[in-house]
């Protein structure tokens, strides 16, 4: 059974970090790209970061780059997101996603190129 858990989230002051992690379990996350995404309530779902299969290339939104880093460990088939200096409008429900497909700069951040999703992890960044 295909499946990816997230695990993490929390509750944390402005200017604080917290690491995200995603684990797979029922196939091997080497070969498959895998991005963060992230819902907050009325919005819609936006691409946060990836991470490729091929060449380990990473991406980035403009609204976390130099705050956020993307990284995977195979040997744990985990993807991490350390995400430091937290804003308010972090606040969301971070979701992790696999993708079979090769990333680009162009298709990363489109939900539809992803194959399988966790079930979410709040984060809530607040005095």
């Known amino acids: 059974q295909v499946q990816l858990v997230e695990s993490g989230g929390g509750l944390v002051q402005p200017g604080g970090s917290l690491r995200l992690s995603c684990a797979a379990s029922?196939?091997?996350?080497?070969?498959?790209?895998i991005g963060w995404f992230r819902q907050a309530p009325g919005k819609e779902r936006e691409g946060v970061s990836c991470?490729?299969?091929?060449?380990?290339?990473?991406y980035y939104a403009d609204s976390v780059k130099g705050r956020f880093t993307i990284s995977r460990d195979n040997a744990k088939n985990t993807v991490y997101l350390q995400m430091n200096s937290l804003k308010p409008e972090d606040t969301a429900v971070y979701y992790c996603?696999?993708?079979?497909?090769?990333?680009?700069?162009?298709?990363?951040?489109?939900?539809?190129?992803?194959?399988?999703w966790g079930q979410g992890t709040q984060v809530t960044v607040s005095s």
């Open positions: 991470i490729s299969s091929s060449d380990g290339s990473t």
């Open positions: 996603a696999a993708s079979g497909s090769r990333m680009n700069g162009s298709s990363w951040y489109e939900p539809y190129e992803y194959d399988y």
């Open positions: 029922g196939f091997t996350l080497d070969y498959y790209a």
